[in-house]
């Protein structure tokens, strides 16, 4: 896989939607990588995630996401699910479920295997360019920690697939309270 990157620095604030399309303005290949700045990834992340896509023709493919430090013990999301229903009161709502979050991976009694989901988040995402150039790439109106939840249901609604691909960890890093 050829990879290349290049540093696009804003003198103002951006926002994340906004920071994502100047960076697949200038994408050259057939897929990107959007990876938050607290996340650490482990060796050998990227080719999972590239075979995966290859392989799967998904429009998203998101690694394993670990939470924390020690980097890969404590799960962040491994998959998820997301739907849209309607209450008692008769208000339509937003559902997600991270897949075995918060738990850790030792505690797992088989190997995750590669899957198709519903729900990705942008810690660490591979994405289709073509399919993002074809939707005008994100919403930067959007203004709410929902942008993942935004792209996962576009992509289902359009009938691309979302797969998880565990031979891809990285760890996401929260901030720790003083």
């Keep these: ?8 620095e804003f003198d103002h604030f951006v926002t994340p939607n906004q920071a994502r399309n100047a960076a697949l303005q200038r994408a050259e290949h057939k897929k990107i990588v959007f990876v938050d700045h607290d996340v650490f990834v ?3 992340w990227l080719a999972p995630l590239l075979n995966c896509a290859e392989e799967t023709d998904a429009a998203i493919v998101m ?9 890969c013990k404590r799960i962040h999301m491994a998959g998820g699910t997301s739907s849209i229903y309607t209450n008692k009161k008769g208000l339509r709502l937003r559902d997600e479920i991270h897949h075995l979050a918060h738990v850790n991976i030792d505690e797992i009694e088989k190997p995750l295997e590669r899957q198709e989901t519903q729900l990705a988040e942008f810690h660490c995402l591979l994405v289709d360019v073509g399919w993002l150039r074809e939707n005008g790439g994100r919403d930067e109106q959007l203004l709410s920690t929902g942008e993942h939840w935004d792209m996962s249901m576009q992509a289902r609604l359009q009938g691309r697939s979302i ?16």
């Excluded at 896989?1 to 696009?8: L, P, Q, T």
């Excluded at 690694?63 to 980097?71: D, K, M, T, V, Y």
């Design 1 to 8: 896989a050829k990879v290349s990157g290049e540093m696009v």
């Design 42 to 44: 482990e060796p050998g």
């Design 63 to 71: 690694p394993l996401i670990f939470e924390g430090r020690p980097a």
């Design 163 to 178: 797969f998880l691909e565990p031979n891809s960890k990285v760890t996401y890093t929260p901030p720790v309270e003083a």
